[in-house]
């Protein structure tokens, strides 16, 4: 019987052993000789129209006799100089029919064959997507009116520029990386609400006028700071590197800031700014006495192109924004360019757009908090507590959509007390999809609406069914698609209320309620 069980014991053991020689077999033959579902595949840009078909065969022919699977197709362009004879225009008959050549070739050779989104890295737009379908932000006027008396008027009109905030326009970075000469982004603007608010019983505004301003150098527009113009600039001469240079306020008597507000011109002017990660600064700082300073914040170098900054209430005279010149930076490249070329020269000053203090509570960061920038961790930076006396009550806000006219005129009576009234809309944020070839470049579709969206889709694919036919050409071709592209912060209402959801407005002044 014992003899029995080790015979046992012993042929399962052999056969284990078969097995797993045979599995050590097939994994080294699948090592020596991958299948197609374990080979690379690669990424292939038709760079800026550079293409042929001897071109083509040639790759194709490497990719395969090197064990690459497949590829992704991507048509692009980085400063790219023309270097053939006939350049391919995106989605011209030449350009459609090497790429049903690539797609024949690539059949006959066993490789994968997969598309981008869209022309351009890692996005999903083009020039067949209209102003209308384009990616969208919100924008708002404000106005202060008293109440208990009738108000008609027309309310101020939004901005209607293409760019990430308010007024600011879209800076064109990737389009002058790819060479190409930056198209005028068109203007559009769509109402969606108006709401009014009524400020809190007894709130005062820092009259910003009444200080003497100075600075360490150039002759500063103190108007120009408090304007709510975040286009039109006063200038700060810069200090040699390491050193300081400021801009102060000195009032007659002290006064109380729990704020700032700031934001600089000529956006794209360095290559900090051309990637949205500049250094921070200026310091805001304070003094007693005009002589020794203690800095109560630092103006983030990331985040929306305004910052609004709240701090702990402070009194004195003197407030100062403390500019300290660094060290320059060595050369950087990205994406294989070096982008110092792509910035204005270096200036020998700051430019300043807006540079005001605020006696009343705000949102910390609203601007950040509101989705107009990413920004890694925003917990860090908490809203100061204020009393409910400073807050803007929620009984104290009405909806005022339903009595403005087509004209933007509005006409309220509004209860006792003085009110702010904010009429809110949408316009473009002015991306597009990029580095593609000017010919394949157009607004980026809004991500929010699904009709867009697959309009965007059917279209898109629909130009490559032409080009490859179907359904043979296609057979080999996969699609991907990856949306790595800016901010959005608005869907029109009609979608959110088609997909069970509710429109939200960005705390837009940055103010509290209770």
């Not at 995106?90 to 994968?112: I, S």
């Not at 929306?304 to 701090?311: D, G, I, P």
């Not at 403005?404 to 009110?419: F, I, K, N, Q, S």
């Not at 179907?470 to 800016?486: E, H, L, R, W």
């Amino acid at each position: 019987m014992k003899s029995l069980l080790n015979l046992r014991v012993l042929g399962t053991v052999v056969l284990l052993s078969v097995c797993v020689l045979g599995q050590q077999d097939k994994l080294e033959q699948n090592f020596k000789n991958p299948p197609d579902s374990a080979k690379p595949r690669v990424w292939w840009h038709w760079m800026n129209g550079n293409i042929t078909k001897e071109g083509i065969k040639l790759d194709l022919e490497w990719m395969k006799r090197v064990g690459i699977g497949g590829f992704q197709n991507f048509d692009a362009a980085l400063n790219t100089p023309k270097l053939v004879d006939n350049r391919l225009v995106y989605m011209t008959p030449e350009w459609k029919d090497a790429f049903k050549y690539a797609t024949t070739l690539a059949d006959k050779l066993g490789l994968e064959e997969a598309i981008a989104g869209s022309p351009g890295w890692s996005e999903s737009g083009g020039p067949w997507v209209k102003p209308s379908q384009g990616m969208k932000k919100f924008v708002w006027s404000e106005m202060t009116v008293e109440g208990g008396r009738q108000f008609v008027g027309a309310l101020p009109k939004p901005p209607s520029v293409s760019g990430p905030f308010q007024e600011i326009p879209i800076f064109p970075r990737l389009a002058i990386m790819s060479g190409e000469t930056p198209k005028t982004p068109p203007a559009f603007y769509t109402d969606t609400a108006v709401i009014a608010y009524r400020l809190p019983e007894g709130e005062t505004v820092l009259d910003q006028s009444q200080a003497k301003v100075t600075s360490s150098g150039s002759s500063v527009d103190p108007l120009i700071l408090a304007d709510d113009d975040l286009i039109k600039t006063t200038p700060l001469t810069r200090a040699p590197v390491g050193q300081e240079a400021w801009l102060q306020f000195e009032f007659s008597t002290p006064q109380t800031v729990r704020g700032v507000i700031f934001a600089k011109g000529s956006f794209g002017s360095n290559v900090d700014d051309l990637f949205g990660r500049g250094l921070p600064g200026p310091d805001i700082q304070v003094s007693d006495d005009g002589q020794s300073f203690r800095k109560l914040v630092t103006i983030p170098g990331d985040g929306a192109a305004q910052h609004t900054l709240s701090f702990p209430p402070v009194t004195a005279r003197f407030f100062r924004a403390s500019f300290v010149t660094p060290q320059p930076t060595p050369p950087r490249r990205e994406f294989d360019v070096q982008v110092d070329r792509l910035a204005a020269p270096p200036s020998n000053e700051y430019k300043i757009a807006e540079l005001k203090l605020l006696s009343t509570p705000r949102v910390n960061r609203f601007e950040d908090k509101a989705g107009f920038a990413p920004v890694r961790d925003l917990i860090p930076f908490p809203t100061p507590p204020a009393g409910d006396q400073e807050a803007v009550a929620k009984t104290d806000i009405v909806d005022l959509t339903s009595k403005m006219g087509a004209d933007g005129t509005l006409e309220w009576t509004p209860p006792p007390g003085r009110w702010t009234v904010l009429r809110f809309g949408y316009s473009l944020t002015g991306v597009t999809n990029h580095p593609a070839s000017p010919e394949g470049t157009g607004p980026e579709v809004d991500k929010l609406s699904r009709v867009d969206v697959k309009q965007y889709m059917e279209t898109y694919l629909d130009s490559y069914k032409s080009a490859v036919g179907d359904p043979v050409g296609m057979k080999t071709m996969a699609f991907f698609v990856s949306t790595v592209i800016s901010p959005q912060l608005f869907a029109p209402p009609s979608y959110c209320h088609a997909s069970g959801g509710h429109v939200s407005y960005p705390n837009s002044p940055g103010r509290g309620m209770v």
